[in-house]
C-alpha cells in the first residue's frame, strides 16, 4: 500500500465563502478522495509515466525517480516534497490592473478556448474560424460581466499552422483589458514567442497563466515536456490540463478515470515543481465520457458534471485551485439539449466549490462555438452566481413586520420598501435575455427565440462596444514577434 500524502487540512470551498450557510456538494467522501489519491500513487510508482526528455528525464532521475524502459517511476516523498511546496490562490491581472484570483474564494468563469469552427446563427452553418472571429469573440467576452478571464476562442485557419497558437493570442491581446490566458502551446519555442508578447503588457510572471495537456494515457512526449520546463523557467503559473476520455484512453469506471487524471496532474506538477518549486499551479481535469455507441468523447452527458465536481474534491485535497468544464455540449446548435446539458455540467461543479469554470461559447464537444452561445452563457454563469448566494435568513429577510404591516393595510407587497430593498440586492436574478412575457404577448409581439435574441445581442455589443487599443508601439512590437516566430517555425 503506498503512502498516503500528509495534509493537516481541508481547503474551504469557495462556493461555500459566497453564501456562508451553504455547504459544499460532495460527490465523494473523504476516504474515497484519499483513496483516488492512493490509487493515484500506486499508478505513478509502479507503472510510472511515459517520459524520454533526455534533460527533464535525468533531472527526475536524480531527484529519485526510477527507470522502467521509456517510463520513470515516481516515488511518494518526490511527489509529497513538489505537493509542499504549492498550494493556495493564483492571481492574474489584465492590462487595465485588474487582478482576478483563482482560488480565492470567488467562482471565475472563461470561455471555451481553441474550437476550430464557429457556428452561425442565422443560417445553422459552421465554417472554420478565421483571426477576425478571435478578435470578435475577444471584444465581445471583454464586454460581458461573467467572463472574468478571457481564453483565445479559436485556432484561425487563415494563418499557417505552425502560427496557429501564436496568432490566438497575438490577436486576441488588443482588443481585452481583461487577463487573458496562454494559447494552448505545444513547444518551448511556443512558449518562448508567447512570453515576449505578454511582456508587451507587462511582467509575464503577471499577466499570463499557461496549460499543457498530458497525452493520455500518462505519456509526456519530448516537446510537450519542453515547453512545461519553459513555462517552468519563466515562473508563469501553469495549469496541468489533462484530456483523458473514460473509455478509450482512460478506465470506463469513473474513479477508474479520476485516479488517471490525477495521476496525470501529479506527473505535470513533478515535472515543473521540480524545475521551479514553488511554481503557482493550478489544477485543472478535463475528463470525459466515451459514447458507447459510436466510441467518440461525450462532452454532453451528466458524468461530466460528476467527474468534474469529483476533480474539485482531488484539486482541493492538495490546496490547490481548480479550474474544470462547467458550460459543456455536445449539441451542434442552440436547442434543447444544448441547454440542459450545460446547465447541468455547469452547476455540479459550481456547488462543489470549483474555483474556476470554463466553457462559455462552447458547442459541439469543443470543436465549435458561437457568438450567440457566449451571450446565453453569460446569463447562464449569472444564474450560477446566484445559486452559490443561497438564502439569506436574517431578521430583515424573513419579513414578519413587513407581513404584517401588509396583512393590516394594503394586502399587496409591491410597493413596500421591503421589496425595492431586495430587488436591488439581486434577490430575484432577471435574465438580460430569457422569454418572461405571457404566451399571448410573445406570440403577438413576434419575438424570437432566446438563440435569435442572442445573437442580436451579441451584434449590438459588437457594434458598440469600445476597447482601449494598445499603443502603437505595442502593436508593432507584436508584429515584430510574429514576423520572427514565422522566419523561425514556418518552413
Known sequence: ???????????????????????????????????????????????????????????????????????????????????????????????????????????????????????????????????????????????????????????????????????????????????????????????KFAVEMAQVIGPVQEVLTMSVSPVSPLTFPDEMVASMVEIARYGIPFGPLPCPTAGTTAPLSLAGALTQQNAEVLASLVIVQSVNPG??????????????????????????????????????????????????????????????????????PALAGADELSGIGEMGAGVMGSLAQIVVDNDIAASVRRTLRGIEVSEASQAVEVIRSVMDGPRTFVAEKHTVDYLRNGEIFISKIAERSTFDEWHLAGRAGMAQHAQAKAETILKNHQVPPLEQQQERELERIMQAAEDELVH
Open 279 to 348: 511554481l503557482p499551479m493550478i489544477y485543472c481535469g478535463r475528463l470525459a465520457m466515451m459514447e458507447p455507441r459510436t466510441g467518440t468523447s461525450i462532452w454532453g452527458g451528466v458524468e461530466l458534471g460528476i467527474a468534474s465536481a469529483a476533480t474539485v474534491q482531488l484539486g482541493h485535497y492538495y490546496h490547490l485551485p481548480v479550474n474544470v468544464y462547467g458550460l459543456s455540449t455536445n449539441s451542434h446548435s442552440l436547442e434543447i439539449q444544448n441547454g440542459y446539458e450545460r446547465a447541468l455540467n455547469a452547476i455540479i
Open 1 to 191: 500500500m503506498p503512502e498516503k500524502l500528509s495534509v493537516s487540512s481541508r481547503v474551504t470551498c469557495p462556493g461555500a465563502s459566497e453564501n456562508n450557510s451553504m455547504e459544499p456538494f460532495k460527490i465523494l467522501s473523504e476516504q474515497e478522495v484519499e483513496e483516488i489519491h492512493n490509487a493515484s500513487l500506486q499508478v505513478l510508482g509502479e507503472m510510472g509515466v511515459v517520459l524520454t526528455h533526455p534533460a527533464t528525464r535525468a533531472m527526475l532521475l536524480e531527484a529519485g525517480a526510477k527507470e522502467n524502459g521509456d517510463r520513470l517511476l515516481l516515488p511518494v516523498d518526490l511527489i509529497n516534497q513538489c505537493l509542499a511546496g504549492c498550494g493556495g490562490p493564483v492571481t492574474t491581472r489584465g492590462r487595465n490592473g485588474k487582478v482576478v484570483s483563482i482560488g480565492g474564494g470567488e467562482l471565475q468563469w472563461h470561455n471555451l478556448g481553441g474550437a476550430r469552427d464557429i457556428y452561425d446563427t442565422a443560417t445553422g452553418k459552421r465554417r472554420g474560424a478565421t483571426v477576425q472571429d478571435i478578435r470578435d469573440t475577444t471584444r465581445l467576452l471583454d464586454a460581458l460581466d461573467q467572463a472574468t478571464t478571457v481564453t483565445p476562442f479559436f485556432t484561425p485557419l487563415d494563418v499557417p499552422g505552425e502560427l496557429m497558437s501564436l496568432a490566438m493570442y497575438r490577436h486576441a491581446l488588443p482588443f481585452t483589458t481583461k487577463p487573458l490566458q496562454g494559447p494552448g502551446v505545444q513547444t518551448a519555442q511556443e512558449v
